[in-house]
């Protein structure tokens, strides 16, 4: 007979269980435990199995060594090489039950979390890969082995089979916090989660046990995790913190914008805040104890010490060079502050301004000269008028002696005005 | 100067304690439920103080396997349905949640047969207390805040201690109270037994597991604040334990001396009402009320809950209705049959409420187990396993309510079987 390459569709759970026999003399040598894949390509491929034995001991088994799989009858070996005494995984690969079955993973898409139900592979003769999660109630049926029977039922009534719900590999994020001894995070390289807003990020950590937040956390560079970190509740904020090992909690504190460090860092212990400190830069120390010792009830609590600020010789084009360079660590870039000799406020103009001009037009013929500004002593709640009143984005903050100290945004405004509006976006209830 | 206030050890730690206090005590008072009444009521009129020694098991048992419960919760910031589902498979996790279901709906009528009781002292028809009773708990749930729903429970919570009005209404020989803790009679015949058996099992049931680990979570705390946390256990079993020898005591220093024997609870407060005043009877039925109606609303959220949690279903009060269907649709249905169940005319109500509790028997050892092993897994609880007395004293605790609810169970076979 020819051998035809057939191409079709089967259940991880229609292969774990089953016997494993020898092709030649028909013996059976155990059952299959899990199914080993290697990540090295798009989509996982079926590489080996975790064969348990008669006598309960786990071994691999290579895939070139399978000569047939008949899904929920046994798989047939032609039994070559001797097994290997121990259970024993390459760099890259996984075992796809131990890592997916009932555990969650991140539909990158939908951008909620979903639990796994079972495992849709793509069968092309031997070759197999993982192709699609299954996290939809006929899954969770054919695991617990009712899925024809209930099905029949269902068909009886609506004419109609149930319906699947699959999450296609490429949107899937496994979160499985570790497989044995290594991160998974480690072998799955290519971190999706960056395609997720930090808004939903957040959403999804939430939805999360302390494990995997700190799975995701590690999947995250530092500028990321702080964006993210923003939009948690500041419960969550404080607890990362305390889980997260010492360095990498201040390497997202030192990427968060100040204000919100602050915001975070009063909310911890003192031992925690010391402990983080001596791993700042400097200069950020300094600041964070000025900003921790302003009571929250007036505007330097709330603001920033990053913002454009030129000098009053610069040019349109030196404005936005500097933006563009710099742009990364500005909460907000649309105003650029120009200041004097004495580093006082002399003017403010727009990013608009900046942008229509003609790059060596001065910034002193640009800026507009009467500033509104708020001092660092001023109430929130003016702070929050002034917002209303002009419709600015963002509000500069000078000391006595009119030094810039920092902006405060819109953003940061109405959240200590309105707290009761951050507590709902936060914590849903 | 509040403040200054804050820096002071006593009252910084008594502010944090008071953020952090709810789960234990929530949990604890909804242990009190109807079912519990009922058997403490019996109790209290049949064997008068003579049962009181078994609220010290109870209370231990109870600290023992809530600790884990939030000490699980703490540290993997997981629910218990999570962590069965993804340590012990789909195959048990199924089982555990049908007989959950099936016994919180049990439960839950049970629930609602004492707000039709306790309704009835006042005067008002089971048609209109219980259909009303339930609308007024779905309402509360599915459109209510949850900051004030935690509120509302805490204030049930306070209620119950009218049953300790209810006893000291009943003017109780202290002396003979005190005896019974020293020198309890224990007799070894079954209906003893038996009651022995009901007591210690009505406080410690399933799905409260559950419904604790989530409510620790809920609360969002650190390791460091564990501490804490452990006092709110424990001020939530001595309010279990406080209302339950309220409760015994109030039945057995009016009905036990009378020689008066009850079925339900609602004939404890009615026999009340001539032996200790009307307002004392008033103030039980009140107590069963608050209580019923109590757990009537947290036992089918939490059902919900944890079988949405395992399966992979949107869960939550604060999702719409349209986002968490499978959630609502169970939370809404569990209340609608345990209504119908109450309103059915000659419906089996006692073999509903004794099933339930043979399922709840059943359930707990599988529970139980599965709770220790996980919090013993380093891969789970990372420093936080349990220690060699908290291994030894959780062990015991499992073993003796494995055995107690085996004998529960096996007892009337046995009975029938030498017969």
């Known amino acids: 007979m020819i051998n035809v390459l057939r191409k079709n569709f089967i259940f991880l759970s229609q292969i774990v269980g089953v016997p494993v026999v020898d092709l030649a003399t028909g013996a059976r040598l155990g059952r299959v435990a899990d199914v080993v894949a290697t990540l090295r390509e798009m989509y996982p491929r079926v590489s080996g199995l975790a064969l348990k034995l008669h006598n309960g001991k786990k071994v691999y088994l290579p895939w070139r060594q399978v000569a047939r799989v008949n899904a929920s009858k046994s798989v047939e070996v032609s039994v070559i090489e001797v097994f290997s005494d121990s259970l024993r995984l390459s760099e890259n690969e996984i075992l796809l039950k131990e890592t997916f079955w009932d555990k969650q993973i991140v539909d990158i898409e939908g951008s909620k979390v979903v639990r796994v139900n079972d495992l849709h592979l793509l069968k092309e003769d031997l070759n197999i890969w993982l192709v ?59 971190s999706k989660l960056s395609h997720l807003h930090p808004a939903d990020l957040a959403d999804i950590l939430i939805d999360l046990g302390t494990d995997e937040r700190i799975a995701i956390l590690n999947s995250l560079d530092n500028e990321t995790a702080a964006q993210m970190f923003q939009e948690l509740p500041l419960k969550i904020r404080v607890q990362l913190v305390y889980v997260l090992p010492l360095e990498r909690a201040s390497g997202i504190v030192n990427a968060m914008a100040m204000d919100e460090a602050v915001d975070l860092l009063s909310s911890v212990s003192h031992k925690k805040l010391n402990a983080i400190k001596a791993r700042l830069p400097k200069e950020k120390v300094e600041q964070i104890n000025t900003l921790l010792k302003i009571s929250e009830r007036v505007a330097g609590s709330l603001m920033n010490t990053d913002f454009v600020a030129v000098p009053h010789t610069a040019t349109a084009g030196m404005v936005l060079q500097k933006i563009k360079t710099e742009a990364k660590k500005f909460e907000s870039i649309y105003y650029i502050y120009v200041l004097d000799d004495s580093s006082a406020v002399t003017g403010v103009l727009t990013l608009r301004q900046a942008l229509v001009s003609a790059p060596e037009k001065p910034v002193l013929e640009l800026m507009r000269k009467r500033v509104v500004k708020v001092h660092m002593d001023t109430d929130v709640h003016d702070v929050a008028e002034i917002f209303y009143k002009y419709n600015f984005t963002a509000v500069p903050v000078v000391d006595r002696r009119n030094i810039l100290k920092g902006i405060i945004t819109m953003r940061d405004a109405f959240e200590t005005v309105f707290p009761p509006i951050r507590n709902e976006i936060e914590e849903p209830s | ?123 008002a028809s089971k048609y209109l207390s219980v259909p009303l009773a339930a609308l007024l708990v779905w309402i509360i749930v599915v459109k209510g805040n949850y900051k004030i729903t935690e509120r509302i429970f805490l204030f049930f919570s306070v209620c119950l201690f009218s049953y300790v009005v209810s006893a000291v209404l009943a003017k109780p020989d202290w002396t003979a109270i005190g005896k019974s803790f020293v020198h309890p009679h224990v007799q070894y015949n079954e209906a003893y037994l038996g009651m022995v058996l009901g007591l210690v099992g009505t406080t410690v049931a399933p799905w409260m597991q559950f419904y604790m680990q989530s409510a620790v979570i809920e609360k969002r705390l650190k390791i460091e604040e564990y501490k804490y946390v452990i006092w709110d256990v424990v001020i939530g079993c001595i309010a279990t334990v406080v209302v339950a020898f309220f409760i015994i005591v109030a039945c057995a220093a009016t009905l036990h001396v009378n020689g008066i024997v009850i079925n339900e609870a609602k004939d404890a407060a009615m026999s009340l009402k001539p032996l200790a005043g009307a307002f004392a009877a008033q103030l039980f039925a009140f107590g069963l009320f608050v209580a019923s109606i109590f757990s009537a609303a947290i036992l089918p959220l939490a059902t919900a809950f944890y079988v949405c949690e395992a399966f992979g279903f949107e869960a939550g009060v604060d999702k719409k209705i349209y986002e968490a269907p499978e959630f609502y649709g169970l939370f809404t249905a569990i209340i609608s049959v345990s209504v119908l169940i109450i309103l059915i005319p000659g419906a089996p109500l006692i073999s509903i409420t004794i099933w339930s509790q043979i399922i709840n028997a059943m359930l707990l050892p599988i529970v139980l187990i599965s709770m220790i092993r996980m919090v013993n897994n380093p891969k789970i609880m990372g420093a936080y396993v349990n220690n060699k007395t908290q291994n030894a004293v959780g062990w015991a605790t499992t073993v003796v309510l494995i055995a107690l609810t085996a004998l529960m169970i096996l007892s009337p076979l046995v009975s029938a079987y030498l017969k």
């Open chain 1, 132 to 190: 699609h999660m299954d996290v939809g109630i006929p899954g969770l049926l054919r695991r617990l082995g009712c899925y024809s029977f209930v099905n029949a039922i269902v068909r009886s009534i609506f004419s109609a089979d149930m319906e699947d719900r699959f999450i296609s590999w490429k949107f899937v994020q496994p979160i499985t916090p570790s497989i044995g001894s290594e991160a998974l995070a480690l072998k799955v390289h290519h």
């Open chain 2, 1 to 123: 100067m509040f403040n200054k206030l804050k820096e002071t050890p006593f009252l910084k730690n008594l502010i944090i304690f008071l953020a952090i206090l709810g789960p234990g005590i929530v949990t604890g008072s909804v242990d009190n439920d109807a079912g519990g009444i009922t058997t403490y009521s019996v109790a209290g009129a049949l064997y008068g103080y003579n049962m009181l020694w078994t609220l010290i098991p109870s209370f231990i048992a109870l600290v023992v396997v809530q600790e884990m419960n939030a000490r699980m919760g703490i540290v993997t910031g997981k629910g218990l349905a999570d962590l069965i589902r993804e340590n012990f498979g789909v195959k048990i996790t199924f089982f555990i949640f049908l007989g959950l279901v099936a016994a919180d709906i049990g439960n839950t009528a049970t629930e609602f047969a004492g707000v039709a009781g306790s309704m009835n002292i006042f005067g």
